[in-house]
């Protein structure tokens, strides 16, 4: 079973920066796209930010410009650097990899983190 270890939350004044790291083991299928996902009390699960196996990149409109997420692809891990935080990113961060196998045709795989709390906050 593919393991996501996330590290980086934590709690941050507004105008602050955080950088989470989730990497992946156990890694036996074709990694096509990780990303991070934040769920806020009362609302649903939103993607953040996306990167796929080609390096093509999608965020999330309330965070364009301040966030970049970025793939180490030899170590499996992705980052999520945050910059300038506000109030309303405060979240559950949850790490996501998306994976095909190795059958044809190729079987279909989601993997999540457990969620590392970032709290912005005076």
């Known amino acids: 079973q593919v393991q996501l270890v996330e590290s980086g939350g934590g709690l941050v004044q507004p105008g602050g920066s955080l950088r989470l790291s989730c990497t992946a083991s156990?890694?036996?299928?074709?990694?096509?796209?990780m990303g991070w996902y934040r769920q806020a009390p009362g609302k649903q699960r939103e993607l953040v930010a996306l990167?796929?196996?080609?390096?093509?990149?999608n965020y999330a409109d309330s965070v364009k410009g301040r966030f970049t997420i970025s793939r180490d692809k030899a170590r499996s891990t992705v980052y999520l650097q945050m910059n300038s935080l506000k109030p309303e990113d405060t979240a559950v961060y949850y790490c996501n990899l998306d994976a095909i196998g190795w059958g044809v045709p190729p079987e279909k795989y989601n993997y999540w983190g457990r969620g590392t709390q970032v709290t912005v906050s005076a």
């Open positions: 990167i796929t196996s080609s390096d093509m990149t």
């Open positions: 156990r890694i036996t299928s074709i990694v096509k796209a």
